[in-house]
């Protein structure tokens, strides 16, 4: 079983729809969780961090439920600029701060 | 934000030889560098995890001989991968670690090298 876990996609939405995507991780151990956007050939940048208090980033909504070892990424009123993969990433407790990544859910928003 | 740069960004190399790819921090010390490699419709795999004037720590699967990592100084990492094959051609990413921020923001990426393999 993979560590973090993602649907592939790819996810083609309109203009202006609204968009989730789920992700899930099996250590329960995790310490941190995040967010990243990846555009083609480029690295991946930081989107957010996912508290279990949600939160909120204009068009942007993280969830964590640790209990169910489960994040979400809502993204609100779709732009054609959102295409993108979204990565969920875990960083473990104690491990010297290495990052764990989802494979990646591919958005394509079109006209 | 704290700028994390890769040379050479992109190189084309026959197979058998060596190829060295660097990783400097610019703008701030990283007693931590990451490295990554991503293949195609893959997501990014943790390589090694390097620590200054130390040897690197491999994950599991990853040969060290192959994937030489140094990092001889507070802002330069280098991953040298010897006598490269095709299977090699990836995407190779790294980041560093700003040990002086105590944040969940202290690890930056580099823009990342691609590297074919003929």
């Known amino acids: 079983r993979k560590e973090v876990e993602q649907d592939p996609g790819p996810f083609n939405v309109p203009e202006g729809a609204t968009v989730a995507f789920n992700c899930t991780y099996s250590?329960?151990?995790?310490?941190?969780f995040f967010w990243y956007r990846q555009d083609c050939r480029k690295e991946p940048k930081l989107l957010m961090s996912?508290?279990?208090s949600g939160n909120e980033d204009g068009r942007f909504t993280a969830q964590l439920n640790r209990a169910s070892q489960y994040i979400s990424l809502l993204i609100r009123d779709s732009k054609l600029s959102d295409s993108a993969t979204y990565l969920c990433?875990?960083?473990?407790?104690?491990?010297?701060?290495?990052?764990?990544f989802g494979q990646g859910t591919e958005l394509s928003v079109k006209p | 934000g704290a700028v994390v740069s890769q040379h050479p960004s992109w190189v084309i190399c026959k197979s058998g030889t060596s190829v060295k790819i660097e990783c400097r921090s610019l703008?701030?010390?990283?007693?931590?560098m990451f490295w990554y490699r991503q293949f195609p419709k893959q997501s990014l795999m943790l390589m090694a995890t390097?620590?200054?004037?130390?040897?690197?720590?491999?994950e599991q699967g990853v040969e060290k001989d192959k994937f030489l990592i140094n990092h001889a100084s507070l802002t330069l990492s280098t991953l040298t991968v010897t006598s490269a094959h095709p299977e090699d051609s990836s995407f190779y990413i790294c980041?560093?670690?700003?040990?002086?921020?105590?944040?969940?923001?202290?690890?930056?990426f580099g823009p990342g090298t691609r590297l074919t393999v003929t």
């Open positions: 996912v508290y279990s």
């Open positions: 703008d701030f010390q990283a007693t931590t």
């Open positions: 390097s620590n200054e004037g130390s040897k690197a720590t491999y």
């Open positions: 250590n329960s151990a995790s310490q941190s």
């Open positions: 990433v875990v960083k473990p407790y104690n491990q010297g701060g290495k990052l764990i």
């Open positions: 980041s560093a670690r700003d040990a002086s921020l105590d944040t969940e923001y202290e690890q930056y």
